[in-house]
């Protein structure tokens, strides 16, 4: 999941503080082909000492000093504001270029501030940065609603609009950013009278509210389930020993959060069926307050898409999205669940079978959505001879990491160089910092920014897997470039006092995923911060992440990453050949459960009364009728914890499969037939990573591919052999 944000300011999340010298390796990649297997850590390097030419930023702010530092960036652009306004009668390009300056420094340090609620480990330097987002975006909306600023950026834009001799002296980027900040404020309702705009502010101010508080839920939510070891069985030993205990009437509990470590394995692994749908529904209805924090959002923005003159949130939200409008969302999804429902009922069989013959299953005339997780892996463990714990085993977190990023270095012409721990500027000490350079000229590498990658649970830490991109890149008045930060928050097993941390291979693909994010925000190379790296329209935003997925499925890159982490040995062609064969097992339930939630999402934001919906019941009913699963007389809100839709996905979760098409397409044209091309690699990175936003995302598909993309390829990924579907 790439996480942006909603207001003025707010493109992910990080930053960082210190110049030091860095001893860095410049590999000399190979120029073009290498689809055999490549030795990732023993190829050739030059060694060469390079500063980084941007410190990283200091993560010792106290909840003092965030309040006071986001009041004096408040107070800048409201001078800002004030400026733009006061300067209609001699308003011109140059005003405008003014504003992007502003925007363009603000972006880092005000995203930084608010950032700190999801990872740091201080309640008060947290409920701060909570503050900071509530005191942004009130300035936020309030500053986009100023009529005042919005007739000078108007008059502008009319300027150019209608001189041609003008318009040739503006590079292509400037003329859209003078467009899509007109267009800003035109959304934002400055062609209604003041009381609808009164009406848009107060609406927008609710909504913020309510999105901070719904978030700020998910991360300090600390709900668990106190099991015996009995209703543990089948859960792996190195788990459950990490479970906090506790002792009553001679009987052991053994205490499961929520967070992905604890809970995934319950859901795969216990045998007992009652343990999986505790858990599983415990799961869904945690938060209780959140479920109605969604409901009365959705109701806000219905209002909110009327009071601007739509007929629904989902017009109002797709007008600027790829897809266009809901039409065409509908087509598509309904168009991919018509294709892969009967793939769905066949593997849905499949696993009843599977379920009869087993003797402590319940109820086996029907499959439950708890059941899922535990039969599935039941089937790659018998067909497949996929055993999630022993392939962990050739995961280990520490040579993953290398091998993952020794992937991408030699795709990409990159070069990571991980900052001692003596010298790294980070908020918690588990934290790992990177600078990154880019070596298209190894003589003379050039700085690309900074990453940092947190990678373990702790309490109060945001709980799902997220790239946090905060700092953009942009060249600066004087000419001069500002390099970009970002950060991969995940929630990865701790290390044992047995074992090393080890991922599943589901999460070196989340980890390559939240990567390809990561890239993208580094790669970018445009003139102003609000069209760096991810800043692209939000249903080809996971395009980027997901084409990386395909490393974590190909034989050779396979064999490159793994290494036990006791014998050191790469996984075996077996091995290799069984877990590839799992690819697409159940591929068609798990896309139908996609298709439950992109429905969801698409009903709440296209009913013209959501204040009549019973959200329960459909979010009941539809995973029923789309995903196949049972609901068991189970009620559950498991949106109350959907921080998509509180997370800028709000009629826009279509987009992880609507992505898929793209990715789909880019991965079997350019790198299928030869995954480590460098050639192929810097020729995708230069033209929709570096771009971000800077062009329309279909014009870049159709310079990298050469024609119109096509759902070809993604309908072969999801096994469906006659025809594409409608983009």
């Not at 007109?182 to 009278?193: A, E, I």
């Not at 709980?463 to 991109?469: L, P, Q, T």
């Not at 395909?550 to 290799?576: C, F, M, P, V």
Request: hydrophobic share 35%; net charge negative; with cysteine.
């Amino acid at each position: 999941m790439k996480h942006l944000a909603v207001h003025k300011y707010k493109v992910g999340v990080i930053a960082a503080g210190l110049v030091v010298s860095y001893k860095i390796f410049a590999y000399r990649a190979a120029s073009s082909s290498s689809s055999n297997v490549i030795n990732l850590t023993n190829m050739a390097k030059t060694p060469i000492t390079l500063k980084p030419p941007q410190a990283p930023l200091h993560w010792d702010h106290t909840p003092e000093q965030i309040l006071a530092e986001t009041d004096k960036y408040i107070s800048t652009s409201q001078e800002v504001d004030d400026w733009v306004a006061n300067s209609f009668a001699t308003a011109n390009v140059d005003t405008i270029k003014k504003i992007a300056a502003s925007e363009n420094e603000q972006y880092l340090p005000l995203c930084q501030l608010s950032f700190y609620q999801h990872i740091s480990d201080n309640q008060d330097v947290r409920n701060a940065s909570t503050v900071s987002e509530e005191k942004i975006d009130k300035f936020s909306i309030e500053s986009n609603l100023r009529e005042d600023v919005f007739k000078t950026v108007n008059k502008v834009f009319k300027q150019v609009q209608e001189d041609s001799e003008l318009q040739k002296t503006l590079d292509p980027e400037f003329r859209r950013l003078l467009e899509k900040l007109n267009l800003g404020y035109v959304r934002s309702g400055l062609d209604l009278s003041q009381e609808k705009r009164d009406q848009v502010k107060s609406l927008k101010q609710e909504l913020s509210t309510i999105s901070i508080k719904f978030n700020k839920n998910l991360g300090e939510e600390t709900e668990h389930i106190w099991f015996t070891t009995e209703e543990l069985k089948g859960v792996p030993e190195s788990v459950v020993e990490q479970f906090e205990t506790k002792n009553e009437n001679d009987v052991t509990y053994h205490k499961m959060t929520y967070k992905y470590p604890d809970l995934f394995p319950v859901l795969k692994y216990a045998v007992n069926p009652a343990t999986r749908q505790r858990a599983f529904v415990g799961d869904q209805n945690k938060i209780p307050e959140n479920s109605g924090l969604l409901v009365k959002a959705v109701n806000l923005r219905n209002e909110l898409a009327k009071v601007l003159g739509y007929d629904t949130y989902a017009d109002y939200i797709l007008e600027v999205k790829m897809a266009k409008n809901s039409k065409n969302v509908f087509e598509f999804l309904d168009d991919v669940r018509e294709k892969l429902r009967p793939l769905g009922e066949k593997e849905l069989q499949r696993m009843l079978t599977l379920k009869a013959n087993d003797p402590n299953a319940v109820d086996k005339e029907n499959y439950y959505v708890w059941d899922h997780r535990y039969y599935d892996n039941k089937l790659l463990e018998s067909e497949y001879k996929v055993d999630e714990q022993k392939l962990a085993e050739y995961f280990p977190m520490e040579s993953t990491i290398e091998k993952m990023l020794a992937i991408y270095e030699h795709l990409f012409n990159l070069q990571f160089q991980q900052v001692d721990d003596s010298e790294k500027q980070v908020w918690h000490p588990d934290v790992k910092q990177f600078s990154v350079w880019k070596i298209d000229n190894p003589d003379s590498p050039e700085f690309v920014g900074w990453i940092y990658f947190d990678l373990h649970p702790r309490e109060g830490k945001y709980g799902h897997a997220a790239n946090f991109g905060i700092g953009p890149s942009y060249i600066k008045e004087d000419g001069s470039k500002n390099y970009p930060v970002t950060a991969l928050v995940c929630n990865f097993s701790k290390p044992s006092k047995d074992k090393p941390s080890l991922l599943k291979h589901n999460e070196v693909t989340t980890f390559f995923h939240e990567l390809g994010h990561g890239i993208h925000d580094l790669i970018g190379q445009t003139r102003y911060a609000r069209f760096h790296g991810t800043s692209v329209a939000r249903d080809f935003v996971e395009c980027p992440s997901q084409i990386l997925e395909y490393w974590t499925w190909t034989r050779n890159q396979l064999k490159s990453l793994s290494q036990h982490y006791k014998t050191g040995e790469a996984l075996s062609d077996e091995l290799i050949d069984s877990l590839v064969k799992s690819k697409h097992v159940n591929g068609a339930i798990f896309n139908l459960r996609q298709l439950h939630f992109g429905l969801f999402d698409m009903k709440l934001h296209t009913a013209k009364e959501p204040e009549s919906l019973d959200v329960t019941k459909l979010w009941n009913e539809l995973r029923e009728e789309v995903a196949l699963v049972k609901n068991g007389e189970q009620i559950t809100k498991g949106y109350g914890s959907f921080g998509h839709l509180m997370g800028g996905y709000a009629a826009g979760y279509y987009g992880y499969l609507y992505s898929q098409v793209f990715a789909s397409d880019i991965y079997y044209t350019f790198f299928k037939a030869d995954p480590m091309s460098t050639a192929q690699g810097i020729k995708y990175r230069d033209i929709i990573l570096a771009r971000g936003g800077s062009r329309e995302e279909l014009d870049n598909l159709k310079e990298l591919l050469g024609r119109e993309p096509t759902s070809d390829a993604f309908m072969t990924e999801l096994g469906v052999e006659n025809g594409a579907s409608k983009l």
